[in-house]
């Protein structure tokens, strides 16, 4: 037994025989943790377990002397097997430490893929250099010069494809973007759906356009998501010489407030530029609301300029709003207001006909109105605003209905009227329907009427939506 024990070969096969299973039941449990977690490691501990391991123990059971008669080739293959194994299982760990587990926006985790492949090629190339020359004594001077050599002759007959794909990767690299992010340049604006070492891929609402990172680095382009600032729409427009600046420029402003899609807690700005030229700043909610705003800013203005008797594009003519079509709409209402037909005439005297187009709002929660407005032709939306920016629709309006019936009152509407759809009033004054209610008392008790049908409305309404109606004394417009 002794004589057992003293040979040189018994203590390594002990430590082979007993320590190789151990060893491979915790990798194995190690390994299964890691995959339970989703860790990117797991394979590169199974690396280790299924390969490196084994060829570990049978390099400690054939590297004994007299285990293997003269140098032999198969323990240089071993060796060599062994070699190639840990530079891999080394290369995989240190690009997991280093790249894998990198904190988002960190330099590692924008350290382009393809640079990060190339160190590792490198090494491997390296590694297996150096594991020739220590196990089979190889002169590997002369591949390394053939390497340099040839890479000089590839590199200076591809220097400029290398060279516009080196740029476009430093500007991955510095990362003036990311996923999400809209950017504008060369005329392309569009939102990043994707980046790789060769090309962004920008959304532009009409598909997808795939640019070259190089195009990029090569030029200019603007980051439109990365400022303090919302990104705004730039709107101009031209007015007669003869309509009032200030007044051009308070209409439009009302009419970019009123868009839905601005940013929150930003205003809309209005400048005066010469020759009867105005320029409008629209903050958005995101660039990508650009083409929606501008085409919801040009229709409404058109019609606000019109309610405003301003001369967008310096137009001076309106063949709508005419007397005999403002006669034709007070002969529509005069039921409704109880007027008779020398009524109806002094009355046009006082009122005027407006239109609205889809989406706008024909009357705003928490003011008093000083004007009711009944309509002729179209549709509007009754509702109120909801305290998560929500809104609940109350009734839809139509011809011979009335917008404003607070201003009989003197009280503020907690409601929105929206247009639907193009919208024809008549402009009624309080100070005229004061007269009005004054000559034929049956107007107020209609009036009251009908606002207190439109409370009934909005009770239900806010009930069924799962919110309560304010307490007090309230009147829908």
Same mark, same amino acid.
């Given at each position: 037994m002794? =004589?057992?024990?003293?040979?040189?070969? $018994?203590?390594?096969?002990? *430590?082979? &025989?007993?320590g190789?299973? %151990? @060893? +491979?039941?915790?990798?194995?449990?190690?390994?299964?943790?890691?995959?339970?977690?989703?860790?990117?490691?797991?394979p590169?501990?199974?690396?280790?377990?299924?390969?490196?391991v084994?060829?570990?123990?049978?390099?400690?059971?054939?590297?004994?002397?007299?285990?293997?008669?003269?140098?032999g080739?198969?323990?240089?293959?071993?060796w060599?097997?062994?070699?190639l194994?840990?530079?891999?299982?080394t290369?995989?760990?240190i690009?997991?430490?280093?790249f894998?587990?990198?904190?988002?926006?960190?330099?590692?985790?924008?350290?382009?893929?393809?640079?990060s492949?190339?160190?590792?090629?490198?090494?491997?190339?390296?590694?297996?250099?150096?594991?020739?020359?220590?196990?089979? =004594?190889?002169?590997?001077?002369g591949? $390394?010069?053939?390497?340099? *050599?040839? &890479?000089?002759?590839?590199? %200076? @007959? +591809?220097?400029?494809?290398?060279?516009?794909?080196v740029?476009?990767?430093?500007?991955?690299?510095?990362?003036p973007f990311?996923?999400?992010?809209?950017?504008?340049?060369?005329?392309t604006?569009?939102?990043i759906?994707?980046?790789?070492?060769r090309?962004?891929?920008l959304?532009?609402?009409?598909?997808?356009?795939?640019?070259?990172?190089?195009?990029?680095?090569?030029?200019?382009?603007?980051?439109?998501?990365?400022?303090?600032?919302?990104?705004?729409?730039?709107v101009?427009?031209?007015?007669?010489?003869?309509?009032?600046?200030?007044?051009?420029?308070?209409?439009?402003?009302?009419?970019?407030?009123?868009?839905?899609?601005?940013?929150?807690?930003?205003?809309?700005?209005?400048?005066?530029?010469?020759?009867?030229?105005y320029?409008?700043?629209?903050p958005?909610?995101?660039?990508?609301?650009?083409d929606a705003?501008?085409?919801a800013?040009?229709?409404r203005?058109?019609?606000?300029?019109?309610?405003?008797?301003?001369?967008l594009?310096?137009?001076?003519?309106?063949?709508?709003?005419?007397p005999?079509?403002?006669?034709?709409?007070?002969?529509?209402?005069?039921?409704?207001?109880?007027?008779?037909?020398?009524?109806?005439?002094a009355?046009?005297?006082?009122?005027?006909?407006?239109r609205?187009?889809?989406?706008?709002?024909?009357?705003?929660?928490?003011?008093?109105p000083?004007e009711?407005?009944f309509?002729?032709?179209?549709?509007?939306?009754?509702?109120?605003?909801?305290?998560?920016?929500?809104?609940?629709q109350?009734?839809?309006?139509?011809?011979?209905?009335?917008?404003?019936?607070?201003?009989?009152?003197?009280t503020?509407?907690?409601?929105?009227?929206?247009?639907?759809?193009?919208?024809?009033?008549?402009?009624?004054?309080?100070?005229?329907?004061?007269?009005?209610?004054?000559?034929?008392?049956?107007?107020?008790?209609?009036?009251?009427?009908?606002?207190?049908?439109?409370?009934?409305?909005?009770?239900?309404?806010?009930?069924?939506?799962?919110?309560?109606?304010?307490?007090?004394?309230?009147v829908?417009?």
């Amino acid at each position: 037994m002794a =004589d057992i024990v003293s040979q040189p070969w $018994f203590w390594p096969a002990v *430590i082979v &025989s007993v320590g190789l299973p %151990l @060893a +491979l039941i915790g990798l194995t449990e190690f390994h299964n943790a890691l995959a339970r977690r989703g860790s990117r490691a797991a394979p590169i501990v199974l690396m280790v377990r299924n390969y490196l391991v084994p060829v570990a123990g049978i390099l400690v059971l054939i590297s004994q002397p007299g285990a293997w008669q003269g140098g032999g080739t198969w323990p240089r293959v071993i060796w060599t097997v062994f070699g190639l194994l840990v530079i891999v299982v080394t290369i995989n760990a240190i690009n997991h430490l280093v790249f894998h587990r990198a904190e988002k926006g960190s330099w590692r985790d924008r350290f382009p893929t393809i640079f990060s492949d190339l160190i590792r090629f490198v090494f491997i190339i390296l590694g297996i250099a150096a594991v020739f020359w220590w196990v089979w =004594d190889a002169d590997v001077a002369g591949v $390394f010069a053939a390497l340099g *050599i040839t &890479s000089i002759v590839v590199g %200076l @007959a +591809l220097q400029n494809a290398v060279g516009s794909v080196v740029s476009g990767l430093f500007l991955v690299f510095e990362a003036p973007f990311e996923l999400g992010d809209w950017i504008e340049t060369g005329g392309t604006r569009g939102q990043i759906v994707e980046v790789n070492w060769r090309a962004i891929h920008l959304d532009t609402g009409n598909g997808i356009v795939v640019m070259p990172t190089a195009e990029l680095a090569d030029g200019s382009f603007a980051n439109l998501s990365r400022s303090p600032d919302p990104y705004a729409a730039v709107v101009e427009l031209s007015f007669g010489s003869d309509d009032p600046p200030g007044r051009v420029r308070e209409v439009l402003v009302a009419v970019a407030r009123d868009i839905p899609l601005i940013a929150p807690d930003r205003e809309p700005t209005a400048t005066t530029l010469t020759g009867g030229r105005y320029a409008v700043a629209i903050p958005l909610r995101t660039p990508g609301d650009r083409d929606a705003v501008h085409d919801a800013f040009a229709t409404r203005v058109w019609y606000a300029a019109r309610r405003a008797d301003l001369h967008l594009d310096g137009d001076l003519s309106d063949d709508w709003r005419t007397p005999a079509h403002l006669q034709d709409g007070l002969r529509k209402i005069a039921p409704a207001l109880s007027l008779k037909t020398g009524e109806v005439d002094a009355l046009a005297a006082h009122a005027r006909l407006e239109r609205y187009c889809a989406g706008e709002s024909i009357l705003r929660p928490g003011v008093v109105p000083t004007e009711t407005r009944f309509i002729l032709a179209g549709s509007v939306m009754l509702g109120i605003p909801t305290d998560d920016d929500g809104f609940v629709q109350i009734t839809v309006l139509g011809p011979d209905d009335a917008v404003g019936l607070t201003a009989l009152s003197r009280t503020q509407t907690i409601s929105r009227a929206v247009a639907l759809s193009e919208v024809d009033v008549v402009v009624v004054p309080v100070s005229v329907l004061d007269e009005i209610v004054r000559q034929h008392p049956v107007v107020a008790r209609e009036i009251v009427r009908e606002s207190e049908n439109r409370v009934r409305l909005a009770r239900t309404a806010l009930q069924a939506a799962g919110g309560n109606f304010p307490r007090g004394r309230h009147v829908l417009g």
